[in-house]
């Protein structure tokens, strides 16, 4: 069953911190984003979905990680009062989600763009937002895929996730298989040229419009490396610049994880043993996990609340000071809580394709925008029905071009 919350585990930190808030109250009209006008909280509502948001944002020197509002991770935690669940669905990235338009014109977008659709709303004239700058477009994404309405979301960047974690003192991880990855982007060094500046100066005005093709392919025949450069900085830009990477390994077993290195083992996609967005987010799931257990572990409380001040900035919710209360009502009753993991992959009701831009994408194996098989998926790992219809892993999917209709 059920791919930029291990970052998303910040749910339960953010939470958490926005309950001792209430004793602050800067605190919380800081992290705190009214969306849709949420009638009160019904007394006999026992179950809700929030989406849980991780993105890169902008640090405290105010430089902004690349693709800074990308969702990087993605999750809809599915709580249920009643049963004592919480069931974590993870989304893939890469997911192609079909957007309503005021033109009724068909527009399609892979899912970790949609929040920073949102945040630009000028760029995307055509696409139908009721509330621009909110997540809004994206709970709208998340229930054309998932069947399920979101109720609220929480949102967090790499900079108060690492400072979440370092509060609660590190976290022990039970880290499932050795892996190394060798490609995990090294923060403030996205632009460097790795002392190749020289060469670069001389192919990058072939990277804007309108540059001279026969110049390109006479420099390119006279100094065939640059031409392998040039590939190299679109196909393989570890191999063009690779002072901007750096390596990454763990070991299986129990590891405690500070901040930044519970961001890198979250993070990390590019491993031959636990790569993909597929394992990334098995690992985010058992992270959350792992963070639940710290939470509920003794004197955690005096730590977040000395942090609130610092993590404000990095925070953002919809969660309305009665809905807070509700959940943090639940506190108390945290260790009674069962994890029901969620999750989906292109080898079973996804498969790998393209779009007509050449990007790659994932679709419902039945077919694009055909849902429901996932949706049906989903609803069975809430309701925990044994045995979970999942199918055995499909033969490796060819990818082939969706063109928009």
Not at 201 to 217: A, H, L, S, T, W
Not at 291 to 314: A, C, D, Q, R
Not at 329 to 347: L, N, T, V
Request: hydrophobic share 35%.
């Amino acid at each position: 069953m059920v791919k930029k919350l291990s970052i998303i585990a910040l749910a339960f930190i953010a939470v958490y911190v926005a309950y001792f808030s209430l004793q602050t109250a800067d605190f919380y009209k800081t992290i705190y984003k009214k969306g849709k006008d949420t009638p009160p909280v019904v007394k006999e509502k026992t179950e809700y979905n929030i989406a849980l948001i991780g993105y890169g944002g902008i640090d405290d020197s105010g430089k902004a990680h690349d693709g800074p509002f990308l969702t990087d991770s993605l999750m809809v935690a599915h709580i249920d009062i009643k049963k004592n669940t919480v069931s974590l669905i993870s989304l893939p990235r890469d997911l192609w989600v079909k957007l309503p338009t005021k033109s009724k014109e068909d527009f399609h977008s892979k899912i970790n763009s949609l929040y920073q659709i949102s945040l630009n709303p000028t760029n995307y004239p055509d696409v139908d937002m009721k509330k621009p700058g909110t997540p809004e477009l994206l709970s709208t994404g998340l229930k054309i895929v998932t069947g399920l309405t979101i109720d609220n979301y929480l949102a967090i960047d790499f900079t108060g996730f690492e400072k979440a974690i370092d509060s609660l003192g590190g976290v022990d991880v039970d880290v499932q298989k050795t892996f190394d990855d060798y490609e995990y982007p090294i923060t403030g060094k996205e632009e460097e040229l790795c002392g190749r500046e020289a060469e670069f100066e001389q192919v990058k005005k072939f990277m804007e419009k309108g540059f001279d093709e026969e110049e390109k392919k006479k420099l390119f025949a006279e100094k065939p490396e640059l031409e392998k450069f040039f590939k190299d900085i679109t196909e393989d830009p570890k191999a063009a610049f690779p002072c901007r990477y750096e390596q990454l390994h763990f070991d299986k077993g129990m590891t405690h994880m500070d901040g930044a290195t519970a961001l890198k083992y979250v993070r990390s996609r590019h491993s031959l043993q636990d790569g993909s967005d597929f394992g990334r987010a098995a690992r985010q799931q058992q992270f959350v996990k792992a963070v639940k257990n710290k939470l509920i572990s003794v004197g955690m409380v005096t730590k977040v609340f000395s942090l609130m001040n610092e993590i404000k900035k990095h925070v953002e919710m919809d969660i309305s000071m009665d809905e807070m209360k509700k959940f943090m009502g639940e506190a108390p009753d945290a260790a009674k809580y069962r994890f029901i993991s969620i999750h989906m992959s292109d080898q079973d009701y996804l498969k790998s394709s393209f779009s007509d831009y050449g990007g790659y994408i994932l679709i419902p194996r039945t077919g694009e925008d055909n849902w429901k098989e996932v949706q049906t998926m989903i609803q069975n790992g809430i309701l925990e029905i044994e045995p979970t219809p999942t199918p055995g892993p499909t033969s490796k999917v060819t990818p082939t071009a969706v063109k928009k209709k």
